[in-house]
Nanobody
Framework: EVQLVESGGALVQVGGSLRLSCAAS????????IGWFRQAPGKEREGVSC????????YYSDSVKGRFTMFRDKAKNTVYLQMDNLQFEDTAVYYC???????????????????????WGKGTLVTVSS
């Protein structure tokens, strides 16, 4: 059974930092691209970042580029999202997702098209306050 479990969400002040984790079981990072998505209250889900399972390249949405860093620890089967200089508009539930087809993940993260992913975590809440 595949499971993706996010953690690390919290209440943080504007300008602060958080690191989210997504622990995967039942799948290998060699076979699945992993993406981070988020959904703010009253808004549609949007892509944040993703990593290509073949070459490890990471891609970001324009809204987080330069502030967020995604990286993976293959030995721990965990991906991380380091979020710096958090802003009010970063408040959302953050989800990690996995799919065998990297194209689906990267175009969804970039907002070019939207595809459902093979697997989703249940999310972790990030709230940015003043």
């Amino acid at each position: 059974e595949v499971q993706l479990v996010e953690s690390g969400g919290a209440l943080v002040q504007v300008g602060g930092s958080l690191r989210l984790s997504c622990a995967a079981s039942g799948l290998s990072f060699d076979d699945y691209a992993i993406g981070w998505f988020r959904q703010a209250p009253g808004k549609e889900r949007e892509g944040v970042s993703c990593v290509n399972n073949e070459d490890g390249m990471v891609y970001y949405s324009d809204s987080v580029k330069g502030r967020f860093t995604m990286f993976r620890d293959k030995a721990k089967n965990t991906v991380y999202l380091q979020m710096d200089n958090l802003q009010f508009e970063d408040t959302a539930v953050y989800y990690c997702a996995a799919d065998r087809i990297f194209y689906k993940v990267v175009v969804s993260v970039r907002g070019l098209e939207y595809y459902d992913m093979d697997y989703w975590g249940k999310g972790t809440l990030v709230t940015v306050s003043s």
